[in-house]
């Protein structure tokens, strides 16, 4: 009888345990799923945010002891791209989006801005070893200003506008989407003159 309940007792932990891993790895294969999703969502349209100002934010700069904030960049055309060590695709829109930041920043008139969120900076550090950037990183491991912002996931950018608003917002990264911002900035230089 006693060797009945003892068997009873471990098959029903191991079923306890198995039941555990199963929504652990359920937990993990939905987080996966939204990520990929959202990592294929186009842009949205440029009109959608016309007119809405961006939220101001005053942040450290990786690795300094300065701080950087939106407002410092009135009248420039800003690119403010959210990403995270974690973030799969932001290995892939951290590169291009510095090639393309370094073709066009030499107008004066146009700057990146990245906000990394993860905990540690030694994460984000790490991150920009193997996929370094030309642009300041700023660190907001608290998440106030992707809250500001409304931000759903990774990574995910605002176009900004010479006059503070945010007029595109890009969810994800896709082959192709550097060179639509392209065209968007471009077509912000003319509207400004």
């Known amino acids: 009888m006693i060797l009945n309940r003892s068997r009873t007792l471990v098959s029903n932990r191991r079923l306890a345990d198995e039941l555990a891993d199963a929504s652990r790895m359920w937990r993990f294969t939905g987080s996966l799923l939204v990520a990929c999703l959202l990592a294929s969502v186009p842009f949205t349209a440029p009109d959608a945010y016309a007119a809405k100002p961006a ?22 055309i800003v690119y403010v791209d959210f990403w995270a060590s974690w973030c799969g695709p932001c290995r892939k829109s951290l590169p291009q989006l510095s090639k393309l930041r370094d073709e066009l920043v030499e107008a004066g008139d146009f700057e990146v801005l990245a906000i990394n969120v993860d905990a ?24 106030k200003t992707p809250e500001a912002y409304g931000l759903v ?27 639509k911002l392209r065209q968007e900035i471009e077509a912000l230089r003319k509207a400004k003159k």
Request: hydrophobic share 30%; glycine share 8%.
């Open 153 to 179: 996931g990774m990574p995910t950018s605002y176009l900004i506008d010479h006059k503070g608003n945010i007029v595109s917002v890009h969810e994800g990264f896709r082959d192709g989407d550097i060179e």
């Open 55 to 76: 939220p101001d934010f005053q942040l450290p700069v990786l690795n300094s002891d300065k701080t950087q904030s939106l407002s410092q960049y009135r009248g420039m």
């Open 120 to 143: 540690k900076t030694e994460d984000a550090t790490r991150f920009l070893n193997q996929f370094p950037v030309s642009y300041p990183v700023l660190l907001d491991p608290k998440g």
